[in-house]
């Protein structure tokens, strides 16, 4: 077998204020290790696989209740129920029987993200004890990770780390003893945002277009290949594990109500110490950005801050302490998301980076949808001209126009992931772009704007 790349060719990542005793890992122990992701390692150092081995030794149902008692929810950006997700899979009965997947959503991304690919580098094997332990608590027959095709050095060690759990019995015919067959295959991308819905990422699965299917039917009724089908996050399945060991009960006891456990943050921007932090859930806002993160890396103000990945709304500074859950930060504007905060400083240009946000939605879009593949495109012409200097003031009217008929009207998200970034910078930085139209200047910088608009 070919070497295994120990790190990137061309990804670092820091690990500030890792394993501390105010903030245990769950996730992540371990990380920064170049060795840590080896199975000898995670069994000797990090209690690998006990909790699969209990799992085992337990009915099913019983597994996906403790996982409903836990309260964990979907880390990939929606916040659903992770245990109750895994009870809407069906159960056989005496005049049919189904064939039942569990998939694992490694598509990472999203500008902004870069928490689950961490997983993978460093912990692969824990995410491989949660999809066991999800594939029994589900009695499923295959496990697939879906992972993005750059991500090569991950999908090497991932592959690496599957076939030292089949050499010891983790995976295969007869797990154990128990009777139970089951394996996990790796699945690669072509690098197609689209795909990380989870339709989408199914269609791709099965060798076709990467496009979002009609809900209903979902896939816990027809997924993969037409037959039951639980899609989870990379970072949802990497915490189960702590929670069979711990125990429901005592795991929800972490973070805040109705959000709990630990969740993985990545911060970057106009911060001094970016990086990956994995904290408790309801953890403020700005005690992560200027107490770990140690505030701003430029001496300058900071003045937006997109809490969770590039989908999310922006936040001004009258919402930096919000804590850092689902339920907070829907009650402000904006998403948990995929937990991925861009901190921008007030040399930032906001209607600059509104652009450059959705030129990757207009990009990405798969083009099914005709408010999304018509609408993100309309906006991308039009932020254009105002960053370039032509805008006109009713453009802002137009815009806010525009973006009513893109959200809620397409078969999956990202037609509102679109519409987020662009809706909270209109609304709290007016002002910058009437700047824009009015000056033709930049309002951050007082540099004069580009009057040249091209193509567009």
Known sequence: MAAIRTKPDHHTY?????????????????AGDLNNWHLKVYEQQHEGYMAMKAALKMEPVAVTEEVKTSGLRGRGG?????????????????DRKF????????DEGEPGTFKDRVILEYNPHQLIEGMIIGGWAMQCAMGYVYIRGEF?????????ALQEAREAGYLGKNILGTGWDYDILVYRGAGA????????LLNSLEGRRGEPRVK?????????????????NVETLAAVPPILRMGGAEYAKIGSPKNTGTRIFGVSGHVKRPGIYELPMGTPMNFLVEELCGGSSTGRKIKAIIPGGASCPML????????????????RGSMGGSGGLIVMDEDTCIVQATLRLIRFYAHESCGQCTPCREGCNWLEMILHRIEHGQGRMEDLDLIASLTPRIGMRTLCPLGDAACGPVDSALQKFRHEFEHHITHKTCYATGSR????????
């Open 14 to 30: 820091t690990f500030p204020g890792f394993g501390s005793e105010k903030f245990p890992n769950l996730m992540l122990r371990g």
């Open 78 to 94: 929606a916040g659903f129920p992770a245990g109750l997700k895994w009870s809407f899979m069906p159960k056989d009965t005496a």
């Open 99 to 106: 064939t039942r997947y569990l998939v694992c959503n490694g």
């Open 152 to 160: 090569l050095w991950l999908i090497e060690k991932l592959e690496a």
């Open 193 to 200: 945002y689209i795909c990380g819905e989870e339709t989408a």
């Open 216 to 232: 209903p039917p979902f896939p816990a009724a027809k997924g993969a290949f037409g037959q039951p089908t639980t899609v989870n």
């Open 316 to 331: 001004d500074e009258k919402d930096f302490d919000v804590p850092m859950d689902f339920d907070n930060l829907r009650a």
């Open 449 to 456: 704007l580009l009057s040249k608009v091209g193509a567009h």
